[in-house]
């Protein structure tokens, strides 16, 4: 199958730093790829869809100005969590989508101190 | 709204026993996608079967099949000779005409020894 990495996979910051999430589609050119958020024995939520080439699409209750989202290739979307808070802190999972199936990456776990 | 229900939130099954899991959904859609993904420990989505609702014959791979019974929209998972391995959060989707997933919420299999 296809195969999808993130980075990094751990992540430990203080309260009020940006943190920059990568997700790479490695052996396919996902033009759409979607991050989730995770919280611990729950299902994966969907935040937002990210699009090569334009704006994100961000689902309802999430904010974009707090998540920015880049897919400025066809091969990486960026996560960017501003000004973090410890209620950020989730297990963050991204997934590129090649025809009807997505393929996840390995996810990251973000710690807000 | 498109819904996904897994009714049972934990199982546990003997080694080289068959188990299967439930999953019923609700949407309006006559073509979709349906998925069983399994979240081992690590955390790592891993695709295990798909089913495209058009097709009547139900998916199969290697141990791993489905039934799906459109009409009554329910799309459970027999898993056959469990394995140790296959320990893991398993999650029902449907993917929908906008290419989202929605997950259900899981169902936690314990294969014992």
């Known amino acids: 199958g296809a195969v999808v990495s993130q980075h990094p996979s751990w992540v430990i910051c203080k309260s009020g730093t940006s943190v920059k999430i990568e997700c790479r589609s490695l052996?396919?050119?996902?033009?759409?790829m979607f991050w989730y958020r995770q919280f611990p024995k729950q299902s994966l939520m969907l935040m937002a869809t990210?699009?090569?080439?334009?704006?994100?699409?961000?689902e309802q209750g999430v904010e974009k100005d707090k998540f920015l989202i880049n897919h400025a290739s066809l091969t990486l979307s960026t996560l960017t969590v501003t000004s973090a808070h410890p209620e950020d802190s989730s297990f963050y999972i991204c997934?590129?989508?090649?025809?009807?199936?997505?393929?996840f990456g390995p996810g990251t776990r973000l710690l807000v101190l | 709204a498109q819904t996904v229900t897994q009714s049972q939130p934990e199982m546990s099954v003997q080694e080289a026993e068959t188990v299967t899991l439930s999953c019923t959904y609700d949407t309006s859609e006559n073509n979709y996608y349906l998925f069983w993904y399994k979240q081992p420990p690590s955390r790592q989505m891993i695709l295990v079967i798909r089913?495209?609702?058009?097709?009547?014959q139900n998916a199969t791979e290697n141990r791993f099949s489905v039934n799906f019974q459109k009409a009554a929209k329910s799309f459970s998972l027999k898993i056959s000779d469990s394995q140790l391995g296959d320990t893991a959060m398993y999650f029902c989707?449907?993917?929908?005409?906008?290419?989202?997933?929605?997950f259900g919420k899981g169902t936690r299999l314990h294969i014992l020894p």
């Open positions: 997934s590129g989508a090649q025809g009807e199936t997505q393929y």
């Open positions: 989707a449907f993917m929908n005409r906008d290419d989202k997933i929605i």
């Open positions: 052996d396919f050119q996902a033009t759409t």
């Open positions: 990210s699009n090569e080439g334009s704006k994100a699409t961000y």
């Open positions: 089913q495209e609702a058009y097709k009547q």
